[in-house]
């Protein structure tokens, strides 16, 4: 096989042992198959004739109100269907970056997606990935390509866990400034609000020259929350 992204096939006469080797359009090497265009179209097509055939194979016992319930299938799914489909992403995964090859692989998923659901096929595979809770296919390729990056180190900036004991204390952190600006206003206005045990209730203050003017206070009921009495203690204000 000659790898080459030229439009005009190229043929060349290998011999080894006086014995002409044949030349080919694709090579399967380690599981995942190669163009010579350089593409992964003829994987991306091996993994979906695979996959259908379970699939289908595995429907005869997945009816709509009868068969294998919602946790088998999905188990039947993540244990062995996804790894078929994932095998290898990381060298295959700008297969994403052309619709035609991105939409066969989400059509895979929609075909289990329907059998695990029990839904109907007018159903968008944005609903059944919902109902079903599994991630769609092309963002847990994408996953998969990133977290093999991370282990083999190719990542450095990614977020890792880490003990309590490394975790930087909140006063080296957090830097509070205290100043008073000089203000021309005479008018000032304070708001409050607090919720008790059993009373939750908001209050307002106004100031004019150092001195109150006015004051209100307002009762909620008990089952409003803390900061639905900071917005009516805002709001009353206004």
């Known amino acids: ?125 944005e609903a059944l990935c919902v109902i079903t809770g599994l991630t769609p296919i092309n963002i847990k390729i994408e996953e998969t390509a990133k977290y093999y990056e991370c282990i083999k180190g190719y990542e450095k900036l990614i977020d890792r866990e880490m003990g309590a004991k490394y975790w930087t204390h909140p006063a080296n952190s957090v830097k509070i400034t205290e100043g008073q600006e000089d203000s021309k206003h005479t008018i000032q206005v304070y708001t409050d609000g607090s919720k008790g045990e059993h009373r939750i209730g908001s209050g307002i203050q106004i100031f004019t020259d150092s001195n109150i003017t006015d004051m209100k206070k307002y009762r909620l009921n008990w089952q409003s929350s803390n900061n639905q009495a900071e917005q009516l203690a805002i709001l009353k204000a206004l």
Request: charged share 25%; glycine share 4%.
């Open 1 to 125: 096989m000659i790898m080459s992204r030229r439009k005009r096939k190229e043929k060349r006469e290998v011999e080894i042992n006086n014995k002409i080797l044949e030349q080919v359009n694709s090579i399967k090497y380690l599981g995942i198959i190669f163009h010579g265009k350089i593409t992964f179209r003829d994987h991306v097509n091996y993994i979906e004739e695979k996959c259908t055939k379970l699939i289908f194979t595995l429907s005869k016992s997945a009816k709509v109100t009868r068969g294998l319930k919602h946790k088998t299938l999905k188990i039947t799914y993540t244990g062995g269907i996804l790894p078929l489909i994932l095998y290898g992403a990381p060298v295959w995964k700008s297969v994403l970056d052309n619709t035609s090859y991105k939409a066969t692989l989400l059509r895979i998923q929609r075909i289990i997606n329907i059998k695990i659901a029990k839904a109907y096929r007018t159903v968008s595979n």
